[in-house]
């Protein structure tokens, strides 16, 4: 497969549900790996972000993509589950991935974009992670976090992002306002999906000197011409930077 994919996987829940993943990379030397965990967005899947990794997979990192239930190989009906079982898939994605013997647990990433943002922001409270990159991360409220998602309203979800919120009123920006690690924050300049509001409140909340880079002209899921190059390009800068400094 391209990208060095190592394996086709299935992940199981702590409640026996099957997500599919896939591990990609390339062996680099006898030595331990940086290893990411990649979290796709609401109706997204795994499938669109090998190809955004490549950057980070050609330098020598391991990836473990998956799809969440209800998106792409997984399957399943969307409008059954809620943001605690993608979380828990989230968590047994992680927890299938430090278990790889290629991968260096002092050196763990976790990448998501939109929702998958907002899973890793809540990832990061949970587990270890050491490298934490948010692309546009959405926000919700936290009620109905066990409802299935599709039931809550779009206008109630829009409104509550036009709004100022804390860590004591949002558990995404709780887990962020604790996030000690190396973090990379990337905003959509013209995210028509993600408010600017909501962008300055996770940046508000971030306790720690990070690193910030905003995709001109692009709309939230980089789909004008160009921006997802721009993106694989700033993301990737990025990533081979981390490398270099870790692994000399």
């Known amino acids: ?19 599919k993943g896939v591990v990609s990379g390339q062996k680099v030397g006898g030595g331990k790996q940086p290893v990411i965990l990649v979290i796709h967005g609401w109706t997204s899947s795994m499938s669109r972000y090998p190809d955004r990794l490549a950057p980070a997979l050609e330098k020598g990192y391991v990836c473990v993509f998956f799809d969440m239930r209800g998106h792409g190989e997984t399957g399943g009906d969307l409008s059954q589950y809620s943001r605690q079982d993608h979380f828990d898939d989230c968590l047994a994605a992680y927890d299938f991935m430090v278990k790889l013997p290629m991968v260096d647990l002092e050196n763990i990433f976790v990448f998501g974009s939109s929702y998958g943002g907002y899973m890793a922001s809540l990832l990061s409270e949970k587990r270890s992670v050491h ?3 948010l692309k546009a991360p959405a ?7 066990d409802e299935p998602k599709l ?21 995404a920006l709780k887990s962020v306002s604790k996030y000690q690690g190396k973090l990379l924050f990337i905003e959509c300049e013209n995210d028509e999906q993600v408010p600017k509001q909501v962008i300055n409140d ?10 910030y880079e905003i995709l001109e002209g692009s709309d939230h899921a980089c789909q004008l011409p160009g921006m997802n190059e721009k993106f694989i390009e700033q993301m990737g800068k990025w990533l081979i930077k ?7």
């Open 242 to 248: 981390m490398y270099e400094e870790k692994y000399k």
């Open 151 to 171: 039931s809550q309203e779009k206008d109630t979800v829009g409104g509550y992002r036009l709004q100022h919120h804390t860590p004591e009123d949002n558990m």
């Open 202 to 211: 996770y940046r508000e909340f971030i306790p720690t000197k990070y690193d």
């Open 1 to 19: 497969m391209n990208n060095g994919a190592l394996d086709r996987v299935t992940i199981k829940t702590t409640k026996g549900e099957v997500l």
């Open 139 to 145: 926000q919700y409220p936290d009620e109905g976090w």
């Open 131 to 133: 490298n934490l990159i």
